[in-house]
């Protein structure tokens, strides 16, 4: 079982409307919680973290923890063309992030 | 500007050469890490420095080395490059502020062509 899963996507959703990204972990004690976003050819860019059970909001982005399910969540409100990209969910461990494979997120004109 | 430079920004080596791949902060960051990034399987830690004058083996580090020269830099070594070492190559920085701030910073990546 892999430390941090993703659905690799492609996520596909019109322009304006809500996307979903989700992404589950493996270590029960992990306390913090990373979104990034990557554009295809670029380094990651930290969109978001969390780590109190709840939601987080900035902006169109609300990320969402639930400890007990071990289950991360990003939503991405007035989906944007410019918002294509894959999102990166990370997980802080003993030693560093551990990273998921990413979620390919596409926004139709 | 503030950030992470890494150079050489593209390399191809022919298998069995070396090379290093450099990497400096100028944030005043404590910690640097070394990651690689292949299609479908994400971001993978292959050293990492919690502080100058100390280093730590990540998930993959068979067949490279690390130096961290100072607080700003930390440098990547293959002794004897493998057509499996074909990467993107990434170094990240960071601060720990407080327990809700660990984010990294990364560097633009090296893209490694072994043949």
């Known amino acids: 079982q892999k430390e941090v899963e993703q659905n690799s996507g492609p996520l596909s959703v019109p322009e304006g409307a809500i996307a979903s990204l989700n992404c589950t972990y493996s270590?029960?004690?992990?306390?913090?919680f990373f979104w990034y976003r990557q554009y295809s050819g670029k380094s990651p860019e930290l969109i978001m973290f969390?780590?109190?059970?709840g939601d987080k909001e900035d902006g169109r982005f609300t990320a969402q923890l639930n400890k007990a399910s071990q289950y991360v969540s990003l939503l991405i409100r007035d989906s944007q063309p410019s918002d294509s990209a894959t999102y990166l969910c990370a997980v802080m461990g003993r030693r560093a992030l551990t990273f998921g494979s990413g979620t390919r997120l596409q926004v139709q004109p | 500007n503030a950030g992470v430079t890494q150079t050489p920004k593209f390399q191809v080596l022919k298998t069995g050469q070396s090379m290093t791949l450099q990497c400096a902060q100028d944030m005043n960051h404590n910690s640097m890490y070394w990651y690689r990034q292949d299609p479908g399987m994400g971001l993978r830690l292959i050293y990492y420095s919690a502080s100058e004058g100390t280093t730590d083996k990540g998930e993959v580090p068979n067949g490279y080395n690390v130096s961290r020269l100072n607080k700003r830099e930390f440098s990547l070594r293959l002794e004897s490059a493998a057509p499996s070492q074909t990467s993107v190559y990434f170094c990240a920085s960071s601060a720990i502020v407080s327990i809700d701030s660990y984010g990294y910073t990364f560097g633009s990546g090296t893209r490694l062509t072994v043949v």
């Open positions: 969390i780590y109190s059970n």
């Open positions: 270590d029960r004690g992990s306390q913090s």
